[in-house]
């Protein structure tokens, strides 16, 4: 609603404003009046107004005395219209200097009055809408670590100075039936609806909500920036706070929200909160603790009383070499089980993962000394902790270490290294299909893992990366090209969640994509 106050010296004129038309029906709120300049400011001051309807005429301060303090003192964005019973050219000048939207003789007619309503409206979410994109582009930059100082001085301008900022997701369940049924469009339908109920929930305290930054494609949502300034005076602690969004979002949605709390940070390492959302979600999923609202530093005290033995990680090794499919499940679940039963902290866990990714790693040299170690072990690393412990799934751990055995088997033939050139022309022709490691090796008889591998020699990055510099370099075709709007375009390019495609969008451009097309049609402008 676009919150409304009413000025004029006159009590009938103000009730006869009020009462003239139905002002939510137009997305209006009269939410104050006031009958002189000095009761306006007050207000004002308080802040939460966006438009004003202002006598020209009032005892002690005008009209447009007022407007003119307002503009200098308390905010330029405010919206004036003016109302007078006096026809004079002068006051109509005077006010359009000021920037006054419009200028409207008493008695105020039901026509008018909605004509200029419905105008302010639509300027008012265009304005909202620009608002929010360029708001997002900078909180977006400092997200993700990838942030300039304009990125930070302009998100200062939105939020209050706070010492500790946490990044929360608010996450819709994907394993409720509801949701589940949902098709992509009508997710991010309500992903959009989430945005839009915390932020009414918020009220003035609206720019807290951002989007939501989530590497992993299938997950919907959106973002808060919580700070003390949130839950303070309202009686209640962070945890109850938390619990009391999720309560309401839930229940305004029909469906599930799950609510994980990254770790407390300043807003130049707000990154490192966004991070820790991922190991909150899969430490939530190892300890299979019950609730809706996980919170990372919960998990990050917990005092480590127990590793992985040394017995199952050799056993587990010894299959793996023989490529013993049933044994390697058996230990494989062995060591999952041992991590799910302890009480390891994020460190612990890392150890004992590293531990065998290490001997994983010595196992491929045996077979190929020419194998680079670091790129060894940055490759399974990555893999193997989205694996075996972002997930907390036992069937991703013993299906990691079955394919890790064929990667083994894979490096002792040399007849895959020639299959990367028909991988590549394939990829570029079917960009836009959901691809994966896991499929196209399958497709061309090659271990994903080995795969992978081969894209980061002649590539020089993942094979993710690799796909989604062809999907992007496709978007800008298009954004350059056609009308599309950014949704279809991300469909059309493969992307499965526009706000994944726009944030790897702005990763890769430094801008949005409406922001790309428009700056590209300005450059064709003037050639």
């Given at each position: 609603m676009i919150r409304v106050l009413l000025v004029d010296d006159e009590q009938f004129i103000r009730q006869g404003l009020r009462m003239l038309i139905d002002w939510e029906e137009y997305g209006y709120q009269v939410v104050a009046e006031a009958e002189n300049g000095v009761d306006a400011i007050r207000i004002l001051e308080e802040g939460g107004i966006d438009l004003v309807f202002v006598d020209?005429?009032?005892?002690?301060?005008?009209?447009?005395?007022?407007?003119?303090?307002?503009?200098?003192?308390?905010?330029?964005?405010?919206?004036?219209?003016?109302?007078?019973?006096?026809?004079?050219?002068?006051?109509?000048?005077?006010?359009?200097?000021?920037?006054v939207i419009d200028y409207m003789l008493k008695p105020v007619q039901e026509k008018e009055l909605v004509a200029i309503l419905k105008r302010i409206n639509r300027d008012c979410q265009r304005e909202r809408k620009e608002r929010q994109e360029n708001y997002d582009f900078h909180i977006t930059h400092i997200l993700l670590g990838k942030f300039s100082d304009e990125n930070l001085a302009?998100?200062?301008?939105?939020?209050?100075?706070?010492?500790?900022?946490?990044?929360?997701?608010?996450?819709?369940?994907?394993?409720?039936?509801?949701?589940?049924?949902?098709d992509y469009r009508q997710r991010m339908e309500q992903q959009k609806a989430l945005r839009?109920?915390?932020?009414?929930?918020?009220?003035?305290?609206v720019c807290h909500v951002v989007p939501l930054i989530e590497a992993k494609e299938g997950i919907f949502g959106t973002g808060l920036l919580l700070s003390p300034c949130l839950y303070e005076g309202t009686g209640m602690e962070e945890a109850d706070y938390l619990k009391y969004l999720q309560k309401r979002a839930s229940r305004h949605l029909q469906h599930q929200i799950q609510v994980y709390v990254g770790q407390a940070a300043s807003l130049e390492q707000l990154s490192k909160s966004a991070a820790s959302i991922q190991v909150a979600r899969c430490l939530h999923g190892l300890a299979q603790e019950e609730g809706q609202v996980m919170d990372y530093e919960k998990f990050r005290y917990r005092k480590p009383s127990f590793s992985v033995r040394e017995e199952s990680v050799g056993r587990l090794l010894e299959a793996e070499k023989s490529i013993q499919k049933e044994a390697i499940c058996q230990y494989a679940?062995?060591?999952?089980?041992?991590?799910?039963?302890?009480?390891?902290?994020?460190?612990?866990?890392?150890?004992?993962?590293y531990h065998i990714l290490y001997r994983l790693m010595e196992m491929v040299q045996e077979f190929d000394d020419e194998a680079n170690q670091q790129e060894i072990l940055a490759y399974i690393g990555k893999e193997s902790f989205n694996k075996l412990v972002l997930s907390g799934s036992a069937e991703e751990i013993t299906g990691f270490f079955n394919d890790y055995a064929g990667y083994l088997a894979q490096v002792r033939s040399l007849e895959s290294r020639n299959v990367l050139d028909k991988v590549d022309d394939y990829?570029?022709?079917?960009?836009?299909?959901?691809l994966s490691l896991k499929s196209l090796g399958e497709m061309f008889y090659v271990n994903n893992v080995y795969l992978g591998q081969l894209y980061k020699k002649r590539h020089g990055m993942a094979f993710r990366d690799y796909l989604n510099q062809i999907r992007l370099e496709k978007a800008q075709e298009l954004l350059a090209g056609t009308d599309m709007r950014i949704y279809a375009i991300a469909e059309e390019v493969g992307f499965g969640k526009v706000e994944y495609f726009i944030n790897k969008f702005v990763q890769m451009n430094a801008m949005t994509p409406n922001q790309y097309r428009i700056c590209m049609r300005d450059k064709t402008r003037q050639e």
């Open positions: 020209i005429k009032m005892p002690g301060m005008t009209g447009l005395e007022l407007i003119s303090y307002v503009r200098e003192n308390i905010s330029a964005q405010t919206r004036f219209v003016i109302l007078t019973g006096y026809a004079e050219f002068g006051y109509a000048r005077q006010a359009m200097q000021m920037r302009q998100a200062r301008r939105w939020l209050k100075q706070q010492e500790t900022w946490k990044y929360v997701s608010f996450e819709f369940d994907g394993s409720q039936e509801g949701f589940a049924r949902l839009q109920y915390l932020q009414s929930l918020l009220g003035n305290d679940d062995a060591v999952f089980t041992q991590i799910r039963d302890s009480d390891m902290n994020m460190e612990m866990v890392n150890a004992s993962i990829v570029q022709a079917h960009y836009q299909e959901k």
